[in-house]
């Protein structure tokens, strides 16, 4: 069992940045990928980043590449996204992900974090 807890997120203006973390509990955090997807307000789930268990490889959404940087700290157990020059469709709740397949679509994710609403005003 891994456990997600989110932390970060908020309120910040068109331009601005802010750093998501997620910690997770357990000695298996190092065995899993790490993701991040987003939700919005009547959309689906969408993927926006993950880093692989080693923490060498990334991969990004082209909506978010160039503006987002997932990070983790396998020895602490977290993961990071670093998100600049947020825009308002960024605006949504985001959410942590744990899972053994990198291919990271929804139904790969084996843990989820709680969510954190992220909000860029324009």
């Known amino acids: 069992q891994v456990q997600l807890v989110q932390s970060g997120g908020g309120l910040v203006q068109t331009g601005g940045s802010l750093r998501l973390s997620c910690a997770a509990s357990?000695?298996?955090?190092?065995?899993?990928?790490m993701g991040w997807f987003r939700q919005a307000p009547g959309k689906e789930r969408e993927f926006v980043a993950a880093?692989?268990?080693?923490?060498?490889?990334?991969s990004y959404a082209d909506s978010v590449k160039g503006r987002f940087i997932a990070s983790r700290d396998n020895a602490k157990n977290t993961v990071y996204l670093q998100m600049n020059s947020l825009k308002p469709e960024d605006t949504a709740v985001y959410y942590c992900?744990?899972?053994?397949?990198?291919?990271?679509?929804?139904?790969?994710?084996?843990?989820w974090g709680q969510g954190t609403q992220v909000t860029v005003s324009s």
């Open positions: 992900a744990a899972a053994s397949n990198f291919n990271f679509m929804v139904r790969d994710v084996d843990y």
């Open positions: 357990g000695r298996a955090f190092s065995r899993y990928h």
């Open positions: 880093i692989s268990r080693s923490g060498i490889s990334m």
